[in-house]
Nanobody, 120 residues
Framework: VQLQASGGGLVQPGDSLRLSCAASDSEPTLNYYAIGWFRQAPGKKREGVAIIRKGDGHTYLLGSVKGRFTISRDNAKNTVYLQMNSLKPEDTAVYYC????????????WGQGTQVTVSS
């Protein structure tokens, strides 16, 4: 599957953004995969931000984004979203989406990054 991440931009602290991760092909659908959102800030390691499991759609969120970020699927649009509210300067990073078939293990497919910059 080929993934396309989009929706980044320059916003002020407290603003919201919604990132999208879309599959470039219609089959298999993203519902076949667990989808994760990751981010990497300059000089820092990449970290996992949110995961949505395939099947039951259970979600996991990084502690620092709980209560502010939400990950969700729109199966009709074959897209996974990362809704980011109350953004902080420390959320500034390049955000990537990834997919894997297995419930656990390595992420097999990666999209290109989308830059999120939170600054006043």
């Amino acid at each position: 599957v080929q993934l396309q991440a989009s929706g980044g931009g320059l916003v002020q602290p407290g603003d919201s953004l919604r990132l999208s991760c879309a599959a470039s092909d219609s089959e298999p659908t993203l519902n076949y995969y667990a989808i994760g959102w990751f981010r990497q800030a300059p000089g820092k390691k990449r970290e996992g931000v949110a995961i949505i499991r395939k099947g039951d759609g259970h979600t996991y969120l990084l502690g620092s984004v709980k209560g502010r970020f939400t990950i969700s699927r729109d199966n009709a649009k074959n897209t996974v979203y990362l809704q980011m509210n109350s953004l902080k300067p420390e959320d500034t990073a390049v955000y990537y989406c990834a997919a894997r078939v297995a419930r656990m293990g390595s992420w097999e497919y990666w999209g290109q990054g989308t830059q999120v910059t939170v600054s006043s």
